[in-house]
């Protein structure tokens, strides 16, 4: 009996947080973990899914049955697609009512996950694993309902993990949550962070309203965090060593990244909110290394001054560009931000578009460089490419994300030093880092940086290895739980016959 129990199929619910930059890297964590046998139910919010399958690319997605991985399952995965009501109708604006949103997906969530993941126990083979976004703050109450081992995906880099980690610290030293002045001094008592600058800290720890919705979700999710099973995280142990093994002492991480789909750019699954302008033939009439690619990501605003700065300064810097300018990048009531003639101006020096396949426009020889947001899917997807970075952080992990780029990694160059910027500022630096002699060092650096990925992930790579030992340790806490369960039960039937 305990052998047909241990060799019971693994088979994991997946839930990415619904935003974008979360979606990407749960959908690739999928096809991995099916690639090595395992059985995926993979659920989106009906509204991600929705927006998924519109925006979708018609050669990847079944339009009969609205299934977004049916491509990935010909090619003989297990990859289920379920979607969830969120609380909120489809076409509810939710960056919008970005607080309200996030403030129902905190409290009243859970009651529509308990729902679904109910129903999966039935299906067969039948769940065992729950692997959920860190930053949700159930995941480990519904694995302990229905008996599932709880896994913690986190989507950013260790270091952010582990500044949210210690927020009790910060808070201590009187960097976070603090009513005097806040202080200024270089935070240097977080185990395996030598140093970083309350400036370069999430934007929510930055914050004076400690009481926000997501300071109230951090919080409690890294509580939940300390008593999960495994935590798995979308870096490379290779780049942030102390921070990892600082983490290990007391929680079970394993550093797998990056996660990226099979073919880098050519995805068997669909992962993009908003339909895809295709940029290559438009690339394709570009020298070499000579467009700079520009975007802020899916999910940060910035306010009309700021596109229009940069708008001056692309023109100014010469240089080739490509940019996406999602209709709502300064908000979803204020879509006309752009000067007046400013895209016929450019003429054939620029590409503007909502939005496009990132890993094709980035890999395509032609582009240079990435004046970026510094999401963290953005900066591994460059690095892979070798394309250095011009940053321009404006929310959550970002600011954090550009110290690793800008001052450990030196990889890219910051766009300016706070405050509003410039047209000519924008120049100057797009021109240092597209045309620039200094920049030649860059560009030398991103290739180890790109190095230490491809080792990471090689066949004994750290990565790898990782990755493997995470799926042992899981199918082991699988057999010992089923044990349990067995004993259990038999303990329970023991109890009625008496
Ligand atoms: C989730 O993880 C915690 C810590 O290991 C454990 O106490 C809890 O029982 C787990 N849930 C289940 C159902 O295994
Ligand atoms: C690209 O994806 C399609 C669909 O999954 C597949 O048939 C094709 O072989 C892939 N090509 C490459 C180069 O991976
Ligand atoms: C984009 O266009 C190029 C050139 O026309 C074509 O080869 C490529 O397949 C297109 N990509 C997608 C994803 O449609
Ligand atoms: C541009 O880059 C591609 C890909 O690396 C290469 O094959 C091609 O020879 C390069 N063209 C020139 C003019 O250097
Ligand atoms: C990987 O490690 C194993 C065990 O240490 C070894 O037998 C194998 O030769 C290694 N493979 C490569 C490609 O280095
Ligand atoms: C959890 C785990 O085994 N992590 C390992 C990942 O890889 C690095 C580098 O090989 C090890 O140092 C970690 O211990």
């Known amino acids: 009996m305990m052998n047909q129990s241990t060799h019971q199929k693994p088979h994991a619910i997946l839930f990415p947080y619904p935003l974008q930059g979360h979606v990407i890297p749960f959908v690739n964590l999928a096809i991995k973990l099916a690639s090595n046998g395992f059985t995926i139910t993979f659920i989106n919010t009906q509204s991600i899914h929705q927006q998924i399958s519109k925006a979708g690319r018609s050669n990847v997605i079944d339009n009969e049955n609205n299934d977004l991985f049916s491509c990935a399952c010909k090619s003989g995965l297990d990859i289920r697609d379920v979607s969830i009501y969120d609380g909120f109708p489809v076409d509810y604006d939710r960056s919008l009512n970005h607080d309200k949103f996030f403030e129902a997906?905190?409290?009243?969530?859970?009651?529509h996950v308990d729902e679904v993941v109910g129903k999966l126990m039935l299906s067969n083979p039948s769940p065992n694993i729950l692997i959920g976004d860190t930053f949700y703050v159930w995941s480990s109450t519904i694995a302990k309902k229905y008996s599932l081992v709880n896994v913690s995906y986190w989507t950013e880099p260790a270091l952010v993990f582990s500044v949210y980690y210690h927020m009790d610290l910060l808070k201590q030293n009187g960097h976070?949550?603090?009513?005097?002045?806040?202080?200024?001094?270089?935070?240097?008592y977080i185990p395996g962070v030598k140093a970083i600058k309350p400036t370069d800290l999430p934007s929510y720890l930055q914050s004076d309203d400690t009481n926000m919705v997501v300071n109230r979700i951090i919080k409690r999710a890294f509580k939940e965090v300390q008593i999960v099973d495994f935590i798995i995280c979308n870096t490379v142990h290779e780049l942030e060593p102390e921070i990892i093994t600082a983490l290990q002492k007391y929680l079970s991480i394993y550093s797998i990244g990056p996660i990226f789909s099979p073919g880098f750019t050519n995805t068997s699954v669909s992962t993009s909110l908003w339909s895809e302008s295709n940029c290559t033939d438009?690339?394709?009439?570009?020298?070499?290394?000579?467009?700079?690619?520009v975007s802020f990501g899916s999910y940060a605003h910035t306010n009309k001054e700021t596109i229009v700065e940069i708008a001056r300064g692309l023109v100014i810097s010469e240089v080739n560009f490509i940019w996406i300018l999602r209709p709502d990048i300064v908000s979803s009531e204020e879509t006309d931000y752009l000067p007046i003639g400013y895209e016929e101006s450019i003429k054939d020096?620029?590409?503007?578009?909502?939005?496009?396949?990132?890993t094709a426009v980035i890999?395509?020889?032609?582009v240079g460089g990435f004046l970026t947001h510094c999401g963290w899917n953005s900066i591994m997807e460059s690095i892979w490419c070798s394309v250095p970075f011009i940053c321009f952080p404006l929310l959550t992990d970002q600011f954090t994300n550009r110290k690793l780029v800008v001052d450990d990694w030196k990889i890219g160059i910051n766009l300016c030093d706070e405050g509003s910027i410039s047209r000519d500022e924008v120049a100057e630096k797009v021109k240092f880092l597209m045309k620039g002699k200094e920049a030649e060092e860059i560009k030398q650096r991103i290739k180890k940086i790109k190095?230490?990925?491809?080792?990471?992930?090689?066949?004994n790579g750290s990565s790898q290895v990782n990755f493997s030992k995470f799926m042992d340790d899981l199918e082991s806490k699988i057999s010992k739980k089923n044990v349990l369960d067995v004993e259990f039960e038999n303990q329970k039937l023991n109890h009625i016959a008496k």
């Open 105 to 111: 997906i905190m409290n009243d969530f859970v009651f």
């Open 176 to 188: 976070y949550d603090c009513i005097e002045n806040k202080r200024e001094d270089i935070i240097d």
């Open 282 to 293: 438009w690339l394709d009439t570009k020298p070499n290394g000579s467009v700079l690619y």
């Open 349 to 358: 020096r620029g590409l503007i578009v909502p939005w496009c396949c990132q």
């Open 363 to 366: 890999s395509h020889p032609a």
């Open 451 to 459: 190095k230490e990925l491809e080792d990471g992930l090689a066949l």
